[in-house]
């Protein structure tokens, strides 16, 4: 049976939780600096993974999900800048991908970036997301 990390790290009393750290790393990895991320999103992100993967999110999912919402965070110019064209494209397959798929884990992060205010102007521009 696998445990199941705590997202508060036992309430903030032993430092930042295992996923939490994983996450960050992830946006470090896309060259989104996890300050400028607020805990609230972090957490959310990290619930939202919880419930797609319950036994526990493979340590891989954090850069695809730190590749998404890296995406929509910066746009799609400064994005490609710092990850390259082929992440810059897979990110745009997925966002893509989602929009037309109604309520799948990508579509989450996408209209969770839209609903919290994150999400770059041209991805709106774009895409369209709206969180109707």
Not at 15 to 41: K, N
Request: glycine share 8%.
């Amino acid at each position: 049976m696998t445990k199941r990390r705590s997202s508060l790290g036992f309430l903030g009393m032993f430092g930042r939780s295992g996923d939490l750290r994983e996450l960050d790393a992830a946006l470090r990895g896309v060259d989104l600096h996890p300050a400028l991320v607020p805990e609230a999103v972090k957490l959310t992100i990290v619930n939202l993974m919880k419930d797609h993967w319950p036994d526990e999110p493979p340590s891989q999912a954090y850069s695809s999900v730190a590749q998404l919402f890296g995406y929509c965070v910066a746009g799609p110019d400064a994005f490609e800048r710092a990850n390259g064209h082929e992440h810059r494209l897979d990110a745009e397959r997925r966002i893509e991908a989602a929009l037309g798929a109604g309520d799948s884990f990508d579509a989450q992060i996408v209209l969770m970036t839209l609903h919290v205010k994150l999400i770059s102007a041209e991805v709106v521009e774009r895409y369209g997301p709206s969180s109707d």
